[in-house]
Nanobody
Framework: QVQLVESGGGLVQAGESLSLSCEGSGRTYSSFWTMGWFRQAPGKERELVASINYNGEETNYSASVKGRFTISRENHKDAVYLQMNNLKPEDTAVYYC?????????WGQGTHVTVSS
């Protein structure tokens, strides 16, 4: 019913940038109120790193990424983006998009980001 597909991950060196995309589909996607980017590093629990409300007027970031990451959305494309600048090795993780709070049925496969030092 709802599909979220993440893309844009890759292998980069510390200090470089990546841009992630999340494309949504399904008959209920338009009912999403707030969207976020989550990440899960090896051996760690999944955490929310950025969120954006439905009309894009309010954004929030975790302390670890604030000032480096920017979340945005284009509702007419059913897309959410995450611009990641000045990447650090500790940003290495699988990145997912979902509603905030997340819905268990909406988790996709994520996109891998690896940052080397």
């Amino acid at each position: 019913q709802v599909q979220l597909v993440e893309s844009g991950g890759g292998l980069v060196q510390a200090g470089e940038s990546l841009s992630l995309s999340c494309e949504g589909s399904g008959r209920t996607y338009s009912s999403f109120w707030t969207m976020g980017w989550f990440r899960q590093a090896p051996g760690k629990e999944r955490e929310l790193v950025a969120s954006i409300n439905y009309n894009g007027e309010e954004t929030n970031y975790s302390a670890s990424v604030k000032g480096r990451f920017t979340i945005s959305r284009e509702n007419h494309k059913d897309a959410v983006y995450l611009q990641m600048n000045n990447l650090k090795p500790e940003d290495t993780a699988v990145y997912y998009c979902n509603t905030t709070p997340p819905r268990n049925d909406y988790w996709g496969q994520g996109t891998h980001v690896t940052v080397s030092s």
